[in-house]
């Protein structure tokens, strides 16, 4: 990453945050030094950014600072509008509204030469009947994995088996055609996968849950080579 794009990036990360951030924090979210950390910390104060704290201690963002207008590249544009067509076409209708709801605000605050090329993005997801169909709430799953808490399902496996599984919810994953479930099984003591056409019900749980390095996403996701949810 470039070190302007850095500069840039850490402020976007420190806005809207009520804690001290620390450098070290810092460092290992940009995988660089925590000197690189402090050397960076002095230049955004030197440029104006309203930065407050000290080294050791953790620095914090005044929170009416705002970044300037983003200026998005065609291919940047074309990602968003063709990962809001799939987001419409492959979720739920909650997340289909907010998808269309997102493409309004951003085009509506682009400027002008961005907005024609974006409404001129010729990228398409219609529905398709190939999407295997499920009955369990969507939404209800995408708030218990922000939550934490623990879900039920009566699962149907490959072979036409029933189950009852307690799962700790940590991701929402599309595999087309199907929609899984990533998470922590508490019967097999691992991760697994549950597809939500085989899910003949799930509910949430009053029981929360805590992450530890071993039934954590991230763990999963080094294994498999992505970080972020993306592929390196």
């Excluded at 302007?4 to 402020?11: N, S």
């Excluded at 190939?130 to 808490?149: E, Y």
Aim: proline share 4%; net charge neutral.
């Amino acid at each position: 990453m470039k070190r302007a794009d850095r500069l840039f990036q850490i402020v976007n990360h420190m806005q809207g945050r009520r804690m001290a951030i620390t450098a070290q924090s810092i460092a290992d979210e940009f995988d660089v030094s925590v000197r690189t950390i402090y050397r960076d910390i002095q230049d955004l104060i030197l440029t104006g950014v309203p930065i407050s704290g000290e080294a050791g201690v953790g620095y914090l963002i005044d929170k009416s600072h705002c970044l300037p207008p983003m200026s998005l590249e065609v291919g940047e544009l074309e990602t968003l509008m063709l990962g809001a067509a799939m987001v419409s076409a492959f979720t739920d209708e909650a997340m289909a509204k907010s998808a269309k709801s997102l493409v309004r605000k951003l085009r509506n605050v682009l400027p002008e030469k961005d907005r024609e090329i974006f409404a001129g993005t010729a990228l398409f997801a219609p529905p398709t009947n190939a999407l295997i169909p499920w009955t369990v709430d969507f939404s209800m799953m995408r708030g218990a994995i922000r939550t934490k808490h623990k879900l039920q399902l009566d699962y149907e496996d490959k072979n036409g088996d029933y189950t009852e599984r307690t799962v700790r919810p940590l991701s929402l994953s599309f595999w087309g055609p199907s929609w899984l479930l990533l998470a922590w099984c508490e019967l097999r003591q691992d991760h697994r996968h549950f597809r939500l056409d085989r899910m003949r019900s799930a509910s949430q749980q009053e029981a929360t849950f805590v992450e530890t390095p071993e039934t954590s996403l991230k763990s999963y996701l080094d294994c498999l080579g992505f970080k972020d949810g993306l592929r390196d």
